[in-house]
């Protein structure tokens, strides 16, 4: 899909594919992380009439915005890296060789970051893979505008990271 905002839900309505009963799907170009990205919009009744509203609307086109962020792309690699630092200073990984091990004096942090290739906060955003971009079809709990980016990163393949964006800003990283 072109890098335009949607002006109507009937217009997203007609854009967007039906991955699931509860799941609509659709791909956009992003300037910020320079791919396409997939979004997936999570909705409570599968009736795309009802769940497609001005809410979803609103959080779809924020995606378009943040392009505009000089200083998102900025944290989320900061944080990418902060998160990585922690998590390798604080667990053992059974995949790292026992070579790799002796090779580094069995300091476990450093193979750590030899195993995964990281020793800079561009190799961990690099290591880094964008999945998708969650949004909620509505939902009476959230703030007016909100979204959620999710990353896979292979020292946390169970979990990964996301960044929850609320209103255009980071609001919590998970």
């Given at each position: ?31 910020l992380f ?17 769940d497609i ?93 909100y979204l ?27």
């Amino acid at each position: 899909m072109k890098k335009t905002k949607i002006k109507s839900t009937k217009q997203l309505i007609e854009v967007l594919t039906v991955l699931n009963q509860h799941t609509y799907t659709i791909s956009v170009w992003s300037e910020l992380f320079k791919q396409k990205i997939e979004v997936n919009l999570y909705a409570k009744t599968g009736d795309m009439s009802l769940d497609i509203t001005d809410y979803s609307l609103d959080c779809f086109n924020m995606i378009f915005d943040l392009d505009k962020d000089e200083n998102l792309l900025d944290d989320i690699k900061s944080a990418i890296w902060s998160q990585f630092n922690a998590v390798v200073a604080a667990t053992s990984y059974n995949q790292v060789p026992e070579k790799l091990r002796r090779e580094c004096d069995g300091d476990e942090e450093q193979a750590n970051r030899k195993y995964f290739g990281v020793q800079s906060l561009d190799d961990a955003f690099a290591s880094s893979t964008l999945d998708y971009i969650y949004i909620e079809a509505e939902n009476y709990f959230l703030p007016k505008i909100y979204l959620a980016i999710v990353f896979q990163i292979p020292w946390e393949d169970e979990h990964g990271i996301s960044f929850h964006i609320e209103n255009g800003k980071i609001a919590n990283i998970e």
